[in-house]
């Protein structure tokens, strides 16, 4: 049964909390990196506007990929037109970020659990994770398992980094 419209929230957009070890474990990729560029552009249907964001790996935590990838997320501008998705994860010129990856079955790179899946790194080397936009909820009816990825605000990229090697090592974020 749904609540009362008075305790609904209007306009907002909830999707559930991704755990750092599911973030390790669903990615194909983990790197840190500088975000290059932005551009927009539409499907090869014409339907759906996506933005593409260049990055300049500098590390390469779990996988391999070459010195620059491009993550492509929904939503953006082109020819005045907007297309907005909440809880999307956004990226800016110039940021320093780690960021989590898988490819789509249509090719695409983006990123495990929209916004949860970057984190910034300020000028001091510490992580702050950014996601925006939306609520985090757990499943309904589970609590929620395994290491928020809000618990890494203000740990240094050296100990982040570390800990994710050890996930990787004791068969964390191994493919399936």
């Known amino acids: 049964r749904r609540p009362p419209r008075s305790t609904l929230f209007p ?3 909830l999707f559930r909390s ?6 390790v474990d669903q990615a194909e990729w983990i790197v840190s990196g500088d975000v290059v560029r932005n551009w927009c552009g539409w499907d090869s249907g014409h339907r ?11 590390e390469k935590w779990k996988g391999n990929l070459g010195s620059t990838v491009t993550v492509s997320e929904p939503g953006g501008t082109v020819d005045g037109l907007g297309m907005a998705v909440a809880g999307m994860v ?16 249509i090719g695409l ?16 080397g510490m ?3 950014s996601p925006a936009g939306a609520g ?26 570390a800990r994710i090697a050890r996930m990787a090592a004791t068969g964390k974020g191994a493919r399936r």
């Open 11 to 13: 306009y907002t957009t």
């Open 18 to 23: 991704v755990s750092l070890e599911t973030a």
């Open 48 to 58: 759906f506007i996506w933005t593409h964001t260049e990055i300049a790996v500098r």
């Open 90 to 105: 956004r990226y800016t010129p110039g940021e320093k970020i780690v960021v989590f990856l898988y490819r789509t079955p």
């Open 109 to 124: 790179i983006r990123t495990v659990g929209l916004a949860q899946g970057k984190l910034q790194v300020d000028s001091r």
């Open 127 to 129: 992580i702050h994770p």
């Open 136 to 161: 985090l909820v757990s499943a309904e009816g589970t609590q929620a398992t395994g290491t928020s990825i809000g618990e890494l605000e203000a740990n240094s990229l050296s100990a982040v980094r």
